[in-house]
């Protein structure tokens, strides 16, 4: 699976500002925002971003996934935090 495969997946089914998608084929970092993640738990973001890719974990072309979600707010002060 590509990159932007897993990266439009989420963007057509999420209500998200940005994702970014880094990958080897079948390992993948995601990192995701969106309003939608104000108030939730790290487990209750994570089923969020799962819940699209099921199908692709499920037949193996998602073989690893980790997952950073930020508010838009926190996205923007982790990225100057982190030079990004």
Same mark, same amino acid.
């Given at each position: 699976?590509?990159?932007?495969?897993? &990266? $439009?997946?989420?963007?057509?089914?999420? @209500? !998200?500002? %940005?994702? +970014?998608?880094?990958?080897?084929?079948?390992?993948?970092?995601?990192?995701?925002?969106?309003?939608?993640?104000?108030?939730?738990?790290?487990? &209750? $973001?994570?089923?969020?971003?799962?819940? @699209? !890719?099921? %199908?692709? +974990?499920?037949?193996?072309?998602?073989?690893?996934?980790?997952?950073?979600?930020?508010?838009?707010?926190?996205?923007?002060?982790?990225?100057?935090?982190?030079?990004?």
């Amino acid at each position: 699976m590509e990159n932007n495969e897993i &990266k $439009q997946v989420l963007m057509d089914k999420l @209500p !998200l500002d %940005e994702a +970014i998608v880094n990958g080897d084929g079948s390992h993948f970092q995601v990192i995701v925002v969106g309003a939608m993640f104000d108030g939730m738990s790290r487990v &209750k $973001q994570q089923q969020a971003i799962y819940a @699209p !890719l099921m %199908e692709y +974990i499920a037949d193996n072309r998602i073989h690893a996934l980790s997952i950073k979600a930020y508010t838009p707010e926190e996205w923007a002060r982790d990225r100057k935090l982190n030079g990004f």
